[in-house]
């Protein structure tokens, strides 16, 4: 489906010639060959080891009326992740 974009595909080929094989010349996604080197499971593995309590920012802005409400909410909502990365 995406090569069936034209507009996309010239804008992967003309990050690839102007960058190269980095970073900014690489296809977001990946290319066809890395999507298929995963597997459910690294996937799992992935989410795991970057998802937890230290890699996490949470921003709240606006009016604050119960700071002790959200407080809790927050606890419940992200209590299932572990404390640290592995």
């Known amino acids: 489906m995406y090569e069936d974009n ?3 595909m010239v ?3 003309w990050q690839t010639y102007y960058f190269g094989d980095n970073s900014y010349g690489r296809p ?3 290319n066809e060959a890395n999507i298929q080197a995963f597997n459910q499971q690294m996937l799992f593995d ?7 309590k230290d890699n996490l920012i949470i921003v709240i802005a606006g009016r604050i009326i119960d700071k002790q409400a959200i407080t809790t909410q927050l606890e419940n909502e992200f209590n299932i992740l572990p404390a640290n990365k592995k």
Do not use: D, N, Q, V
């Not at 992935?46 to 937890?52: D, F, G, M, V």
């Open 28 to 30: 977001i996604i990946g």
């Open 46 to 52: 992935h989410k795991a080891e970057l998802y937890t």
């Open 6 to 8: 034209p507009m996309a």
């Open 11 to 13: 804008m992967e080929k």
